[in-house]
């Protein structure tokens, strides 16, 4: 079945420097990906979504890149600060269906 | 607005008893969902409705029943309670599967069955 990979689990970095978390999806008609966070005993709340007829989307700090023929997609965040210390969530999603596909999650830590 | 709302936000079941979570959501959204989430698992998919009347299974529904008579409810059975069900349950819903746009998430539910 649908399947996303999501790596690297946990991901500790110095405050100012930046952070990739990457993601594999095994659905090639997959075709919306958006990335999740939440902080500790929290909801997850969109942060980023980037759409298969587009290569990369930034928003200030935060950027997702897609390979589609690579079937991957990544966050990258820039100059980390403390507050974007929480897990991160990629997820897949195929065309005319209504499942979200939940890669396993990474767990950010930014040491200040 | 208030988004979507889950009822309760904690609770302890022992073994065998039965309980319903709340999930209720005021944006006329076709698509509502339950996750649970365990450490290291990420979001499971449990049951999802793609409209009123209308449910599916997803990855992991073994124990739980869910129904969907309006738009704005999705609730969420457990029958028996079992400690492998002991998690964090989330309510997700989001606005239809024509147009991909974001999941809205409940603020979960932290059950543990003893």
């Known amino acids: 079945g649908e399947n996303v990979e999501q790596h690297p689990s946990t991901l500790s970095v110095q405050e100012g420097d930046s952070a990739v978390i990457k993601c594999t999806y095994s659905?090639?008609?997959?075709?919306?990906f958006p990335w999740y966070k939440q902080e500790l005993g929290k909801r997850p709340q969109l942060i980023i979504d980037?759409?298969?007829?587009?290569g990369e989307k930034k928003d200030q700090r935060i950027a997702v890149t897609l390979n589609k023929t690579a079937k991957h997609f990544s966050l990258h965040i820039t100059e980390t600060q403390p507050e974007d210390s929480a897990v991160y969530f990629c997820?897949?999603?195929?065309?005319?269906?209504?499942?979200?596909?939940f890669g396993t999650g990474t767990r950010l830590k930014v040491l200040a | 607005n208030a988004g979507v709302t889950q009822t309760p936000k904690f609770q302890v079941l022992k073994t065998g008893q039965s309980m319903t979570l709340q999930c209720a959501q005021d944006?006329?959204?076709?698509?509502m969902s339950w996750y649970r989430q365990d450490p290291g698992m990420g979001l499971r998919l449990i049951h999802y409705?793609?409209?009123?009347?209308?449910?599916d299974q997803g990855e992991v529904p073994n124990g739980y029943n869910v129904s969907r008579s309006t738009t704005e409810d999705f609730p969420l059975r457990l029958l028996s309670a079992a400690p492998s069900q002991t998690s964090v349950y989330f309510c997700?819903?989001?606005?239809?599967?024509?147009?991909?746009?974001?999941?809205?998430f409940g603020q979960g539910t932290r059950l543990t069955v003893v």
């Open positions: 980037i759409r298969s007829n587009v």
């Open positions: 409705s793609v409209g009123a009347g209308i449910t």
């Open positions: 944006m006329n959204h076709e698509y």
């Open positions: 659905d090639s008609a997959s075709n919306y």
């Open positions: 997820a897949a999603r195929g065309p005319g269906t209504y499942k979200y596909i």
């Open positions: 997700a819903s989001s606005r239809d599967r024509v147009r991909n746009t974001e999941a809205f």
